[in-house]
């Protein structure tokens, strides 16, 4: 069983940055891809990104390549995205997600574990 623990979320103005972390219980975190998906008002859980167990792989949707960062640290059994440049359709509930499957898989197959989630509300 994986525990996953969201923090980091909050208000923030078009433009700007946060970082949400995502820690983990258990000793086989280091076995598991990661990924975060959100989750806005009235809409389907989207997939957001990916890294593979080594950190090596990071996988992007489209609508936040070269804007969201995807990083993990083993040692820590934490892993973080980076969120520049918000938009305010941003906006939504940020999910963790821990699978055993590749990182490719999980923007296909639903992943075992989530966390609880935090929100994101980007003000324009």
């Known amino acids: 069983q994986v525990q996953l623990v969201e923090s980091g979320g909050g208000l923030v103005q078009a433009g700007g940055s946060l970082r949400l972390s995502c820690a983990t219980s258990?000793?086989?975190?280091?076995?598991?891809?990661m990924g975060w998906f959100r989750q806005a008002p009235d809409k389907e859980r989207d997939f957001v990104a990916a890294i593979s167990w080594s950190g090596a792989n990071t996988y992007y949707a489209d609508s936040v390549k070269g804007r969201f960062t995807i990083s993990r640290d083993n040692a820590k059994n934490t892993v973080y995205l980076q969120m520049d440049s918000l938009r305010p359709e941003d906006t939504a509930v940020y999910y963790c997600?821990?699978?055993?499957?590749?990182?490719?898989?999980?923007?296909?197959?639903?992943?075992?574990?989530w966390g609880q989630g935090t929100q994101v509300t980007v003000s324009s």
């Open positions: 997600a821990a699978d055993p499957r590749t990182a490719q898989d999980m923007g296909v197959v639903a992943p075992d574990y």
């Open positions: 258990g000793r086989t975190f280091r076995s598991y891809s």
